[in-house]
């Protein structure tokens, strides 16, 4: 069993930054992807972000040279650095991973991005 925790979430501006974390009970982003997802009222959550146990990271389009997601695999948690908001990135962001089969999803962080 692993439980995953988003914080940083909050109100932000149009064109400011946030950092969100995730953080797990257990040490078990170095060995698998982990991902970051979102979901916007009334919509359906879509993928943000992605980075494997070996550094390889890939983004969606609607984010990409935007949002960086890390790793820090001593801390056990994985990072989403949000630049230039805009009030679209509006939504409850999620962090998941995959272990052993089982998936896995915190219980999201909400920002809202005012225009």
């Known amino acids: 069993q692993v439980q995953l925790e988003e914080s940083g979430g909050g109100l932000v501006q149009a064109g400011g930054s946030a950092r969100l974390s995730c953080g797990a009970s257990r040490n078990i982003f170095s060995t698998n992807t982990m991902g970051w997802y979102r979901q916007a009222p009334g919509e359906q959550r879509e993928f943000i972000a992605l980075?494997?146990?070996?550094?390889?990271?890939n983004y969606a389009d609607s984010v990409k040279g935007r949002f960086t997601i890390s790793r820090d695999n001593a801390k056990k948690t994985v990072d989403l650095q949000m630049n230039s908001l805009k009030a679209e990135d509006t939504a409850v962001y999620y962090c998941?991973?995959?272990?052993?089969?089982?998936?896995?999803w915190g219980k999201g962080t909400l920002v809202t991005v005012s225009p």
């Open positions: 998941k991973v995959i272990d052993r089969g089982v998936t896995y």
């Open positions: 980075i494997t146990s070996g550094g390889t990271t």
